[in-house]
């Protein structure tokens, strides 16, 4: 079994969503005297009958996986059937994982997958593959502030007044020209 994933945004149920579509292809086994039958290659694809799991753990700090359960996505075999693609290479099934919502945090995300053949058949494992799901940084991006652009805080930073409006949270004024070494204006900051 080989695993090709890549991370993509797709309309989900009507919202916007991001996660990864994978195409996996499955090769015989390889036996002694394969060479003799050309319908078991071990070179070239092959279709297959049986149930797909994905499990998608969360990469956490150095590189560790995240203690709490995997997601876990599940083809049964009429599901899987219906992921079947025939490609320039050969018999081969595309799937979609959906992750969350588009404009969410860049996240590390590592996925497993197994196939389950029909009737006691094999039981494949692939390697791990770690993926990274790009996002939206939550940390203000310093070039533009040092290109001179005017910060802009994070929609979800902003809280609305009792009235409706923005409500200001703090103000510290100081003065250029002071004569304690002061520092710039407060409207130049950024500057």
Request: hydrophobic letters at 35%.
């Amino acid at each position: 079994m080989t695993v090709v994933w890549t991370h993509a945004d797709q309309t989900d149920a009507g919202l916007p969503m991001r996660g990864f579509r994978g195409r996996i292809v499955f090769y015989p086994k390889e036996k002694a005297g394969a060479q003799n039958q050309p319908d078991k290659d071990p070179g070239r694809p092959m279709k297959v009958e049986g149930a797909l799991t994905v499990y998608a753990f969360t990469v956490i700090a150095d590189g560790k996986l995240s203690p709490s359960a995997p997601r876990k996505y599940f083809f049964n075999p009429e599901k899987l059937k219906k992921q079947y693609v025939e490609s320039k290479q050969g018999p081969a099934y595309e799937v979609w994982l959906p992750w969350d919502g588009v404009g969410g945090p860049p996240k590390q995300i590592c996925l497993r997958t197994r196939f389950d053949g029909i009737n006691q058949g094999a039981v494949v494992m692939s390697d791990s593959a770690s993926q990274l799901l790009p996002g939206v940084s939550q940390v203000p991006d310093v070039s533009r502030i040092a290109s001179g652009e005017k910060p802009v805080a994070p929609m979800s930073d902003v809280k609305a007044a009792p009235g409706g409006g923005v409500e200001q949270a703090g103000y510290k004024s100081t003065d250029s020209g002071s004569t304690n070494g002061g520092t710039a204006a407060t409207a130049d900051w950024w500057k």
